[in-house]
């Protein structure tokens, strides 16, 4: 597991992490998917980083940041900030 790579927690039923996971691969960014509902450890830090709730997509940054249900434009505004660090 990379350190520089996006780590997108969520589950396959979850249609904003369908929607996520799409703008990522459209945009081609790699990352790394984590299915909460068969990761026990990633299930908990989900619920520890959204205050006891098991919100996803829960997606984290290179950088330390953390987006939970972004839209589409804020996850695309996330992205383009990156590109230019």
Do not use: H, Q
Request: glycine share 4%; with cysteine.
């Amino acid at each position: 597991m990379s350190d520089d790579k996006i780590k997108v927690y969520g589950t396959t039923w979850c249609p904003d992490c369908v929607r996520a996971k799409r703008v990522l691969t459209d945009k081609a960014v790699t990352f790394e998917w984590i299915d909460i509902s068969n990761d026990e450890k990633a299930r908990s830090y989900v619920e520890k980083v959204n205050n006891g709730n098991r919100s996803v997509p829960t997606i984290v940054f290179p950088d330390g940041s953390v987006l939970v249900e972004p839209s589409n434009r804020t996850l695309e505004d996330k992205l383009a900030s990156l590109k230019k660090v």
